[in-house]
């Protein structure tokens, strides 16, 4: 690992954090001006940062050779390819934003697994443009570094993501989920703290190769988007479940009607899972998450087999509920399980995983911390 000074010739003048999230429920609900309930996680991307005056951004990261270099002025969607493009498609939106950012060298360091539907991609345009805007003292509130970052992903990378990853990398705090009410832009930090009930969140990466992500989510987009024209709303978060049944009747394509009653049905979930965590009743949050998977494996036609091995073994193991987590086709699942069976349900997806020859899973600790800032 190379040290700042070895890497740019200078000491860096500050460093900061990005961290990155774990959906507890609500997914592909974002971009339907739905509801989300991510947490933040331990892990998280960490970058040091100097300034410099000649328009200049340099950026090197420690998982990857060598040190890419852009100037400011030039910058145009899809100008710098591969990892760097973050940076640079941060600088971009600031530039764009009219923020006098100036240049900068910019050193990455991440613990977060990248591929792992763990919103690395978010972390790194947060990690980018807090730092970028802290080296010269300016201060933004974080849901619009969050929406200049979606910004930044959708037109600069050209992903076209929803809101709630940027989101929950700015806004979370320690010990709680965010409540992100997407067509209100309004959050709820919701206590989330499973061991004071005696239970565990395992998040469990499940190592599937990722298979067409990019196409497959954008597919998935668009066809709410038709759903939603075709039924003359701005967005499917307009249908309510009461009126489902009726709105489904209006629409030719089956599939189309299968993706929008995965959208309907689970923005209601979010909020019955809110209704029962502020209740105190976390427990019961269980079997939302397993319907949630189910309505993303049947309805929404995201999950791999490893996610559908992974959720069936932990519920056969004890869990009180689990589901596939993020974006799909690969990443990790989440089971809610009681902190006394956490070891043998992590023991029965390993063994299961060996058994139907998949790679083998990892966990991570799931402690919801908080969003990015400043550390040095
Ligand atoms: C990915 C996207 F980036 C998010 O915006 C969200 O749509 C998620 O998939 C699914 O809930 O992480």
Redesign the pocket.
Known sequence: MSTFAEVFGTEPDGAWRAPGRV?LIG?????NDGLVLPIALPNRIAVSASAREDGVVAVSSNGQEGVVEFTLDSLQPGSVPDWAAYPAGAAWVLREAGYGIGGANLLFDSDLPSGAGL?SSAALLCASAVALLGLRGIEVDPAEVARLAQRAENQYVGAP?????QMASMCCTEGHALYFDIRAMTTDQIPFAPADDDLTLLVIDVKAPHRHVDGEYAARRRSCEQAAAALGVPALRSIELDQLDDALARLDDDVDRRRVRHVVTEIRRVEDAVALMRAGRLREVGPLFTASHASLRDDFEITVPELDVAVDTALAAGALGARMT??GFGGCIIALVEAAAAEQVFAAIEKAFAEHGFRAPTSLAADPSAGASRVR
């Open positions: 959906n997914e592909h609900t974002d971009y919103s993501v929803g809101l709630m990853d993020g974006g």
